[in-house]
């Protein structure tokens, strides 16, 4: 049975000189624990596997084979990212799997958000051990597994985090952040060198996209919640709200409204916007996103998202919204 009780003597990680004696510390460990052998991570660029993957970079270099599946449910520019800063910038060894028409092939015309969810996991892994199955010699299989995640109780929705494998596949794993808390992560990824906007990101959901573009997901109107996220996520940038704000997003629902552009009738669909603050996910409140940051908002979406001719703000709280519509 492997430990799963942080150290009562071990210090809270709040500084770079911190950061930089877990790292050392951290790298003598695994690579004692590797030894020539190779490991396998499911790198979906989020912070926990983002610093794992650089945590073991940095400790065994090419040994990590970093898989990155892009499922189509990613946000805007996030492959190419995990891509630029892994490959090009750490020298990583990458598998860059290009799975989007399978994944939206398989939720053509599902619009139960579990069965999404479930058929996102299942070919999430699918996706991963097929992967794995053409690789050979693998030992291991690291985890960016944090504190949290041991601690946490049961969930409303099935929150399973991608990157479970089936146990026949038979890897020992390797789970050096798993004593650590969310903010602990981000310092030792800062010191690691990964780039602030990799570091700082807010939670994204493992089915990702997939569920903001509620009931059946077609490929145009996950282009509208992609196209619109990627504008709220600027303009909070430019708004000097990124850091402050828990989790921020878009959601567009299946159905349409009409209105009028360039003095045409439209039927198109509306867009919500959802901003909230929150400590541990299980109530959320409102952030409340000055006028004028929502018409500019409201301004670019209704006039940039193929689709879209109306924004909707959502001010309900957890309860009795979830912070996710599905
Ligand atoms: P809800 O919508 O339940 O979300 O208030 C609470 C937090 O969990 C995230 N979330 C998920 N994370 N898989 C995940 O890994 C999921 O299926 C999932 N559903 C919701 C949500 O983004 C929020 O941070």
């Known amino acids: 049975m492997a430990n799963n009780q942080r150290p009562a003597d071990m210090a809270r990680i709040t500084t770079p000189a911190l950061a930089k004696a877990f790292i050392e510390e951290q790298v003598t460990a695994l690579r004692a624990q590797i030894g020539d052998g190779k490991v396998l991570l499911a790198l979906s660029g989020g912070v926990d596997s983002s610093v794992v993957a650089a945590l073991l970079i940095r400790a065994v270099g090419k040994q990590l084979i970093s898989v ?143 569920v903001r573009c509620v009931g059946a997901i077609t490929r145009d109107r996950l282009e509208a919640v992609r196209e619109s996220d990627a504008i709220l996520r600027e303009e909070f940038a430019n708004a000097g709200l990124s850091g402050k704000v828990w989790q921020y997003f878009t959601i567009v629902p299946d159905f349409k409204s009409t209105g009028v552009r360039d003095g045409q009738r439209s039927y198109d669909w509306p867009v919500v916007l959802r901003a909230v603050n929150t400590r541990d996910a299980m109530t959320a409140t409102i952030e409340p996103i000055p006028y004028d940051l929502l018409a500019k908002i409201t301004d670019r979406i209704t006039h940039e998202v193929p689709g879209v001719n109306r924004v909707l703000y959502d001010i309900t709280p957890k309860p009795t919204g979830t912070i996710e519509w599905e």
């Not at 990212?81 to 599902?110: C, M, P, S, T």
Request: hydrophobic fraction near 40%.
């Open 68 to 210: 990155h599946v892009n499922h189509g449910l990613l946000r805007k520019g996030e492959p190419e990212q995990v891509i630029r800063v892994f490959r090009d910038e750490l020298h990583g060894e990458l598998i860059y799997v290009d799975a989007v028409d399978r994944f939206l092939d398989k939720l053509a015309g599902v619009a139960d958000p579990e069965k999404k969810r479930k058929i996102i996991g299942k070919e999430f892994i699918d996706v991963f051990a097929e992967e794995a199955e053409k690789l050979s010699g693998i030992r291991f299989l690291a985890q960016g597994t944090i504190y949290p995640d041991i601690l946490e109780s049961g969930p409303v929705k099935s929150h399973h985090n991608v990157g479970g494998l089936p146990e026949s596949l038979n890897f020992e794993l390797v789970e050096p952040l798993k004593f650590l808390f969310k903010d602990e992560v981000r310092v030792v990824g800062k010191e690691l060198g990964l780039p602030e906007s990799m570091v700082e990101r807010q939670p994204f959901p493992g089915p990702g996209l997939g």
